[in-house]
């Protein structure tokens, strides 16, 4: 999922000097993570990522000092674990209900993270609705949520 492989892209960067996106995408590859020079750019540009002086001339990727480290998923967790009470889907459609006045910011938090797989959300007082390309997506994100909670 996105999420992983951005924090993959946030482990090597730290791990590794890496001055080109040719280069992330083949140390990705070996982590397992398969993708397209396009998707790599957009990892960069959700990142924040910079090319910062390496210090030998060169320079390298790394994560812009005015970006906080929380990442997406991090504030994705907290803020379900304050107010998402359950999640379930049919088809490929998931409802997030959460605590009273809360599901505008489980939206949003949804919304951030600009997940490719969700087509899009609604957000009520207690409910979120969200709409997959298909119901394998829906599924899969509804039991990531459930594993969070518990």
Do not use: W
Not at 23 to 42: D, H, I, K, P
Not at 59 to 75: D, G, Q, W
Not at 88 to 95: G, T, W, Y
């Amino acid at each position: 999922m996105k999420n992983d492989r951005q924090t993959a892209v946030l482990q090597i960067i730290e791990e590794t000097a890496v001055e080109t996106q040719e280069q992330l995408m083949q140390l990705l590859a070996e982590r397992g993570f398969a993708c397209t020079q396009a998707t790599v750019s957009r990892d960069i540009k959700q990142l924040h990522l910079i090319k910062a002086p390496d210090g030998k001339g060169g320079y390298r990727y790394a994560v812009s000092a005015r970006m906080p480290k929380l990442n997406f998923e991090e504030k994705l967790q907290t803020i379900f674990r304050e107010c998402v009470m359950s999640a379930e889907n049919a088809q490929n459609l998931a409802i997030i209900k959460t605590m009273n006045g809360m599901a505008n910011a489980a939206a949003f938090a949804l919304d951030s993270m600009e997940d490719t797989d969700i087509v899009g959300t609604l957000a009520g007082d207690d409910t979120v609705l969200l709409v997959f390309h298909d119901s394998a997506h829906a599924a899969d994100f509804c039991e990531q949520v459930r594993l969070m909670l518990h």
